[in-house]
């Protein structure tokens, strides 16, 4: 699943080609990708002009005129592209927006996990998923996540996942930042100090960050917008690495489920609590 870098660089991609231009038709190929009545969708966005393209977590958001916004939630394989001209549907396109300058989105999806609303200011404020997200890790300092987990007695791992804790994080920058801090994917966060709190949210800031720089990570079938791989795979230290030696002690690392989900970590490297 896309998690912050990547939806970050779409979106950037998305914006220099789509901001500014109209919404001329929509096609949906698929009824199960709206999660709204189709026609109410479709109704909504024809002959909208798209103001912005941004993101907040993991939702990649178009805003159209002033008291609209297409959300798209990718899940597992969604994918949205800008095509110069016409899309010619194929079996796992979802959905296409034609443009009136004669160039269209296409809305791509696999797996059909993803999720796409027209939503208005009201709606989209308070829509569950979207009023509970805890706030932008690029956007607050590493002591206000800290702040938000000291003392708590769930597993770390758990607490980065949720999207209500902090916005964005998900399974590869979760087990980054944690084999960077130093600190076990089951530790308990109230086993931990404040400082090593800090330290991982420093540290999941910092791979963010650098993920971005490199156009995001690229497993399975993540592509930018512009249809390009990404470049931050090369520099996972741990995520994805079972059975490979650490890079800082020359231990295997070991694999669980942790929060539902395989983890890797270095039990040398990675403490338990301060
Ligand atoms: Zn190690």
């Known amino acids: 699943m896309p998690e912050l870098p990547e939806v970050e660089v779409i979106s950037r991609g998305l914006a220099e080609s789509l901001e500014g231009k109209t919404i001329e038709s929509v096609k949906i190929l698929n009824h199960s990708s709206v999660k709204m009545p189709w026609y109410l969708f ?158 991982l949210f420093f540290e999941l800031q910092a791979v963010l960050k650098l993920a971005i720089q490199e156009n995001g990570s690229s497993i399975r079938d993540y592509v930018d917008a512009g249809g390009d791989a990404g470049g931050f795979q090369n520099s996972f230290k741990a995520y994805g690495k079972k059975g490979e030696k650490c890079p800082d002690c020359g231990k295997v690392f070991e694999g669980a489920t942790v929060a539902g989900r395989s983890s890797t970590f270095c039990s040398d490297c990675q403490k338990m609590k301060d």
């Open 42 to 199: 479709s109704s909504r966005v024809a002959g909208e002009k798209i103001t912005r393209v941004h993101r907040r977590a993991k939702l990649l958001i178009m805003d159209l005129g002033e008291d609209l916004h297409i959300t798209f939630h990718l899940k597992m394989t969604g994918r949205v592209l800008a095509h110069e001209g016409p899309t010619t549907p194929e079996t796992h396109t979802r959905i296409v927006f034609g443009l009136t300058d004669g160039s269209s989105i296409e809305f791509h999806d696999t797996r059909k996990f993803g999720e796409v609303r027209a939503l208005n200011n009201d709606e989209l404020q308070e829509w569950d998923f979207y009023k509970n997200l805890g706030p932008e890790p690029l956007e607050v300092t590493a002591e206000e996540l800290a702040g938000r987990i000291v003392g708590r007695k769930a597993q770390i791992k758990g607490l980065l996942l949720n999207q209500s804790v902090v916005a964005g994080c998900g399974n590869i920058y979760a087990d980054e930042s944690l084999f960077r801090a130093g600190i076990h994917p089951k530790a308990k966060a109230s086993d931990l100090s404040k400082e090593s709190l800090v330290k």
